[in-house]
């Protein structure tokens, strides 16, 4: 049994450390966050739901989507195929970064959970045009977090289209070198979108339960293979917190994946998951309270998985 003012005592514990961080601002819609924003929601193995703060504040999911369309790039290809294309190692360099494309022996991206990775995971999504691909996506998303209500945020789709040029040459370069088989403008429309998503801590406790029982959603319904989920998981923890993913392994100790929106998804196998929601970023690009929330809550119920 969770009590519910736990997560109330954490929020107010820890809200003083959202001053410290910084709000993503590469585009204006991510830069008007409210950085006193901070939220949380646990929904636990027999579907109660536990929350606090702003747990019902919609923000983009951004980063958080990798290990969503992943899945359902398995769905559409295969675990071979999608491996044959991309790699499952961590880097170690920031999610955005671009150099281990070229200087490693590998020739594909290291892992699904950083850009270059996720963007060639998007290339994947069946579909006969962008706009059907993501709407694959998003109804798939809307099924896993149980929320057919989820839209994305038009204004942030294009602020993220016309500043992504980073994201653009890692794509180009990934169609050079055979990663990317379709159209590259195809594939970075729906990157895009999907990072535009919104979502709440709430439907990410959502996602983080449909991760925690293996692919079953809590209306009984599997929507992908145990199997596939485990990849996920994995590839989460060992990647899921960008370059301080191994730091976040020894400190909290569940699969987690954040985004630069502000929102950490994250699950205990078998019995919870959790959403957390706070837009002050610390220098890596994690959320800080929803780290220190996290970290706390790992303590409290015992909840690293090592
Ligand atoms: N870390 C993130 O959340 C990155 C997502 C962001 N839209 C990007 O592509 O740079």
Redesign the pocket.
């Given at each position: 049994m969770i009590d519910s003012d736990i997560l109330c005592d954490l929020i107010l514990a820890n809200k003083h450390k959202c001053k410290g961080g910084e709000v993503a601002d590469y585009i204006p819609g991510l830069k008007n966050a409210n950085r006193e924003s901070f939220g949380v929601c646990l929904i636990d193995s027999n579907r109660e739901v536990h929350c606090a703060g702003d747990y019902e504040e919609k923000f983009t999911i951004?980063?958080i989507s990798k290990p969503l369309v992943l899945m359902l790039a398995i769905l559409d290809n295969g675990e071979d195929f999608v491996f044959s294309k991309i790699g499952m190692e961590p880097t170690g360099d920031a999610?955005?970064s671009i150099q281990k494309l070229e200087t490693s022996n590998l020739r594909k991206p290291f892992n699904p959970m950083i850009?270059a990775g996720a963007i060639a995971v998007s290339s994947m999504i069946s579909g006969a045009s962008a706009e059907e691909k993501f709407n694959r996506v998003l109804d798939f998303i809307r099924k896993i977090s149980e929320n057919p209500t989820l839209d994305y945020d038009e204004e942030i789709y294009l602020g993220?289209k016309e500043t992504?040029n980073r994201?653009r040459s890692m794509a180009y370069f990934m169609k050079n070198d055979g990663v990317i088989e379709g159209d590259v403008e195809e594939a970075l429309d729906v990157y895009f979108r999907q990072?535009s998503i919104r979502v709440s801590a709430q439907d990410l406790a959502r996602i983080g339960l449909f991760l925690a029982n293996n692919g079953v959603t809590s209306s009984g319904e599997r929507v992908v293979s145990e199997h596939t989920t485990r990849i996920v998981k994995s590839l989460m923890v060992t990647c899921g917190m960008y370059d301080g993913s191994g730091e976040f392994a020894v400190r909290v100790g569940i699969p987690a994946k954040s985004?630069?929106g502000g929102g950490i998804l994250s699950l205990v196998p078998g019995r919870m998951g959790i959403g957390v929601y706070g837009p002050a970023l610390d220098p890596k690009?994690n959320s800080i309270g929803g780290y220190a929330i996290l970290e706390d809550l790992s303590k409290i119920l015992s909840l690293s998985i090592f």
């Open positions: 951004q980063s999610f955005n850009n993220e992504g994201n990072c985004g630069v690009g």
